[in-house]
């Protein structure tokens, strides 16, 4: 039923690839996260679902059927976008219906859509308001809501957090997946926060340059970066890539180690050597930013209860073989 | 199969696009551009002095006679004076008034809406007004002394004068309400600031006020320029062109060719110097969008 | 400058200062209105006491005929009717005319775009005095001088209103028309339930602004009129004063009835007119 599938979708802006060759096929209920920097394509994918794009190459199917040449309102999708864009001349009640209102439901039924709707985004009060009149966590939930009162095949989310405060995003992000699970939805989620990603995709997918680098669970991308791109994306702090002949591992490798598997140990003991330059202390722990004998700077997670280093002191790291990733210097790729 | 239908909806919006330009298009190609390009041809054939004899071909000599003429030099000179007369007039008076009512002080929206109150007076409106009130023996003018003989209207010295004074005072709500709307956008803070610099209010006005206000005083000029080259009406209501031609502007000499008073309409001659007019505000046009490129230039 | 306050004044000079403000205001509205209020004073003299030395600046024993003289006898009745009808006309077209076109410009893609915009933007470089040449002969040849059409379908459409719109339809996010497009609105119910609402400060401004210029239109209903059914306010002044002094009176009525319709929209629409005033100034 929800299942939107692309195979070899293209996008060109004269001699611009936005999209390049993207294959991904999301299943029916599943939520899945389409994640990269700005640019990387990742927002005109969606519009090309949509039908706001038209595709260069390739095709869309939803569901059982290929969309290519069906009109955007034919595709049976909701869109909540990163504006909300909520027509600010309308009520909230209004805005909520509009959608209904086009696909000629009679009166009665859209007035009880419109209200369940409301009611399941705690909106019940704010029905004869308009958008200039609501705060910024409202209106994300007003766009929810005229999305999910059409009961579309399949959501599509274009950054719908990033205009809400830190707090505020954090508690959205838990609403959102609970919805989704509640509506048994199938959702594709743009986002550029690796956290987001994280946090409630089942699967992401990670897009640079137009190419898609990396789809997979959560957890399997974290644990397993196909590509220092993906490997630095995906983590907070990132992950940290120390060249192969540092680490005693070549000049064609290098060595990637999550800030949680790096030790600071004695400088008499093996390792690698560096120097302290920063010791950020975040409450619950503690980030010891350190520069290696080639300036490139790494970062070590330490818990709070060890001691710190003595600042601008040298000191010596050491990692785990088991935790390390190892990638071709030149192709980025990674081995083994 | 995928390009027909999207060339399809290429070729629908497309359609829908010409469709709502057309009747705009259609407007603008019967009264404007047709029109426009016509007076070149009009320019070539020279009318008879009476009505139902052929024109003839002259090609350029219409032109170089009629724009070398002694007549057009002093109708454009006249067209010259006059905007001299009329702009910085008007918008010294238009910026004394915008400074003096941007105050807070209670009731003050009364005073804007007479200040902008003349935009309600059309040119006629005013040139009715203000010919009574020039009138020697009903006029108020006359009355305080200003009786001159001839009279004001008719005086060759005075005529272009009077009409440029009912010019600046029926502009004067238009440019009151441009210089307001530029004075109103100049941050409060740029006045504090040079208030905590120790600027009093004279020296506020001549360093904060007019340079940030620059861009507004430079449109006023643009259109009132453009305005004056375009003056018609106060011009016929009130002295019609004389005395002697002393307030034959361009636009009045246009009309009096095509109006039959005193000779058969010419319409080869109205073209011409129509296109003489043309050029000019064009000129105008030009300077306006050259300065205002600099200034988005500078501003970056 | 601004009504700043000066902290270190005595309350005395603080209000000596204010009171020199209203003094200098006051003045000035003075200067500014006088042209009006001895028009409508003229208007209720009769002739004999308008030309007495010294002149009367108050009607101590108003005289209304001259009002009534001027609606009748001066077919000022008639020529208010010819205005509203040519400016109303004039100003509906220019408005739909003005959205249909700045729709097609902000929305839609169509070859010859660019091109098209450009020419739309030339028209304001032709003063329309350059075209009364032709334009005469055009409205003669279709039959329409001494016509209602004659005197409104040149203007039905102006460069300044497509161009306004277009400026204000750019302003609505792109986002909106996106969702629109999802929940299945067209380019017409869009441009009329969305667009055109969003618009609206824009497109007040133009209604004001183009009914003001169409009513005090000179020139082109001076030339493309003869019969006196056919005249506007503004040409029925012209007649009016051509009357003689002993009914100058007559002509000061026709004035003050000549400007109360438009005082009244000013004063209903005045912050649309600033902003269709200003829309030229501020965007640069």
Known sequence: MGRVALAGVTKKFGDVTAVDHLDLDVADREFLVLLGPSGCGKSTALRMIAGLDELTEGTITIGDRVVNDVEPKDRDLAMVFQSYALYPHLTVRKNIEFPLRTRGIPKDERAAQVATAAESLGLGDLLDRKPGQLSGGQRQRVALARAIVRNPQAFLMDEPLSNLDAKLRVQTRAELVELAQRLQATVIYVTHDQVEAMTMGDRIAIMKDGVLQQVGPPQAVYERPENLFVARFIGTPPMNTIPGELAGAGPDIVIGVRPEHLHLGAVTGPGIDATVAVIESLGHERHVICRLADTTMVIVRQAIGVDPPAANGPVRLRYDAAHTHRFDAVTENRIG | ?300 | MRGEARRWETPGARRLRKIGSYGILTLLAVVVLFPVYITVVNSLLRPIDIASRPPKFFPTDPNWSSYSEAWTDGHMAKYLVNSFIVTIAITVGQVVTAVFAGYAFAFLEFPFKRTLFVTFLATLMVPFEVTVVTNLDTVNALGWYDTYQGLAVPFLATGFGAFLVRQAFLQVPRDLSDAAALDGYGHWKFMTRVAVPLARPAIAALTVFGFLGAWNQYLWPLLATKDDRLRTVQIGLKQLRGTSLDAVNVTFAGAVIAVIPIAIILLLFQKHLVRGLTAGAVKG
């Open chain 2, 1 to 300: 199969m995928t390009s027909r239908s999207r060339a399809r909806r290429r070729r629908r919006e497309a359609s829908l696009g010409y469709f709502l330009l057309l009747p705009a298009v259609a407007i603008f190609a019967v009264f404007i551009f047709y029109p426009f390009l016509r007076n070149f041809v009009l320019g070539f054939y020279l009318n008879p002095p009476f009505p139902n004899l052929p024109k003839r071909w002259v090609g350029l000599d219409q032109y170089r006679e009629i724009l070398g003429s002694e007549s057009f030099a002093d109708s454009l000179k006249t067209t010259i004076a006059f905007a001299f007369l009329t702009v910085p007039a008007g918008i010294a008076l238009g910026l004394a008034l915008a400074v003096a009512a941007n105050r807070k002080l209670r009731g003050i929206g009364i005073y804007r809406t007479i200040f902008s109150s003349t935009v309600a007076t059309s040119v006629a409106v005013a040139a009715v007004i203000f010919s009574m009130l020039f009138n020697p023996i009903v006029g108020l003018l006359p009355w305080l002394g200003v009786n001159p003989t001839p009279p004001i209207i008719e005086n060759p010295d005075l005529a272009l004068g009077a009409v440029a004074l009912v010019t600046v005072w029926q502009t004067l709500g238009l440019t009151f309400i441009l210089l307001s709307a530029g004075l109103q956008a100049i941050p409060e803070d740029l006045y504090e600031a040079a208030a905590l610099d120790g600027a009093g209010a004279t020296t506020r006005f001549w360093r904060v006020t007019l340079p940030m206000l620059s861009p507004t005083l430079f449109f006023a000029v643009v259109v009132g320029s453009i305005h004056a080259f375009q003056s018609f009406g106060q011009i016929d209501l009130i002295t019609g062109g004389g005395p002697f031609k002393r307030t034959n502007v361009l636009t009045y000499s246009i009309y009096s060719e095509l109006t039959t008073v005193n000779h058969a309409a010419n319409p080869g001659k109205a073209a011409v110097l129509a296109i003489g007019l043309f050029v000019i505000t064009l000129g105008l046009a030009l300077v306006q969008i050259r300065v205002l490129e600099r200034r988005v230039h500078y501003a970056r």
